[in-house]
């Protein structure tokens, strides 16, 4: 538990992303978090003393809704998202992630399972650290996802998770926010 206080007192600090967590409970969607990147970035920028929000390139919203697979009924949801956050200086990211077998071989040459849940599909980011997700409940507690702990987050580790994600993005990942973090430990890829 002292770790996710510790991930939650951390998170705290990227008034964006708070305030994202905030709006968020009012879209109602199925099962949803705020995950990977804007998480991993925000840890990293605090760790090292920087600006919490610093170089986060979007906020990924993931939620998972099976009832309507269709382009259409998460197109609803980006544009909803979008107009409900085009006061803040970022993008939001939106995806349902029960539709990710659709379109994940096309864009990465490798077939995906569907995924049952949010939490699958966080469990299945490219890297360890990143297999993070937060939201926050309607009575204003913090709710966390983090099936492989917090270790290498904390610990600015960036270890990679093979199990769907191609060698590619990984490394592609870890290039680019080392170029942010220099001092991030990145492993090779298996």
Avoid at 7 to 15: G, K, M, Q, W
Avoid at 29 to 52: I, K, M, S
Wanted: overall charge negative; charged content about 25%.
């Amino acid at each position: 538990m002292a770790d996710f206080d510790r991930l939650r007192d951390v998170l705290a600090h990227n008034e964006i992303l708070v305030e994202l967590l905030r709006r968020a409970r009012e879209f109602d969607l199925p099962h949803w978090y705020f995950a990977a990147g804007c998480v991993v970035q925000t840890v990293w920028n605090v760790l090292d003393e920087r600006d919490a929000a610093r170089g986060i390139k979007d906020y990924d919203l993931v939620y998972h809704d099976a009832a309507d697979l269709g382009w259409d009924a998460e197109d609803r949801v980006i544009r909803t998202v979008a107009a409900a956050c085009d006061d803040l200086p970022v993008e939001v990211e939106v995806r349902n992630e029960a539709r990710v077998h659709l379109w994940y071989e096309a864009k990465f040459g490798l077939p995906c399972p569907p995924y049952a849940t949010t939490e699958a599909a966080i469990d299945a980011f490219p890297s360890v650290c990143s297999c993070v997700g937060v939201r926050l409940r309607r009575d204003g507690t913090w709710h966390f996802h983090a099936p492989r702990g917090l270790g290498d987050l904390f610990g600015m580790v960036v270890r990679p998770n093979p199990g769907l994600a191609p060698r590619e993005v990984y490394e592609a990942k870890a290039a680019r926010w080392l170029t942010q973090w220099p001092r991030l430990w990145v492993l090779p890829w298996p």
